[in-house]
């Protein structure tokens, strides 16, 4: 006969959604949930240390949406929020430059997104190469489907 156990087995328990959501350990969600209150200071600084964690991961995307989400609280503080853009729009075209070889759909959305951002930057050289980038990988796309 085996003897008792003394602390029974209990599966780890799965997090819900709203717990995820709302737990600060997620530092993007940390700072959308302080620009959200208003404290826009503070999710910008909270957006530029989550723009640095994806840096050292090499993960760019999430680092460009990082600074343009830190660009925009700056700019709703009517601080220059420019130079934010300009680095999320070099981040956004590395990261588009990146996923072309392995998802060219994703790849036209990151294209799209440094644009918009060269051009909240007012860079207007930036601007017109994310154009031709994204206008080119359009036009590839829609005759490999058959619409253009």
Known sequence: MRGAEEDPYEPPQKRTWAEKVTDDSNAWLHARRLELEGDLGAA???YAR???T????NRYARAALSSASAARCLSRLAVDGGTAFHEAAEL???AARLALA???LNALQLFDRAEACYRRS????GTAEAARYREALQSALDAASGAG
């Open 44 to 46: 910008a600084e909270a």
């Open 50 to 52: 989550d723009k640095e």
């Open 122 to 125: 007012g860079d207007e050289q």
């Open 92 to 94: 956004f075209m590395e």
């Open 102 to 104: 392995s998802n060219p």
């Open 54 to 57: 994806w840096l050292g991961r």
